[in-house]
């Protein structure tokens, strides 16, 4: 078992950036593709930035440019550094951790991004 836990959400206003974090409780990036995601209400749940065991990366066509996703293994931490936010980056963005038929999420954090 996996536990996932969040932090770093808040009120922003347009074009500013926070950073997200999520402390995974114990060591699993050499065997977990890490992952942010996102949900709005009304609308799914959404890939934002995945990170694979190599420390590939891959990012959705709407935060390239202006997310980046990034781990520490010695604080078993991903983090979602986001820049130049929009009013539709809105939403609780939630970390991820898959691996084969595994998949563990964390409770998310809130984004606001509103002036």
């Known amino acids: 078992q996996v536990q996932l836990e969040e932090s770093g959400g808040g009120l922003v206003q347009p074009g500013g950036s926070l950073r997200l974090s999520c402390a995974a409780s114990?060591?699993?990036?050499?065997?977990?593709?890490m992952g942010w995601y996102r949900q709005s209400p009304g609308n799914q749940r959404e890939l934002v930035a995945t990170?694979?065991?190599?420390?590939?990366?891959n990012y959705a066509d709407s935060v390239k440019g202006r997310f980046t996703i990034s781990r520490d293994n010695a604080k078993n931490t991903v983090y979602l550094q986001m820049n130049s936010l929009k009013p539709e980056d809105t939403a609780t963005y939630y970390c991820?951790?898959?691996?084969?038929?595994?998949?563990?999420w964390g409770q998310g954090t809130p984004v606001t991004v509103s002036s």
């Open positions: 991820n951790a898959k691996s084969w038929s595994l998949s563990y």
């Open positions: 990170m694979t065991v190599s420390g590939s990366t």
């Open positions: 114990r060591s699993i990036f050499s065997r977990f593709v």
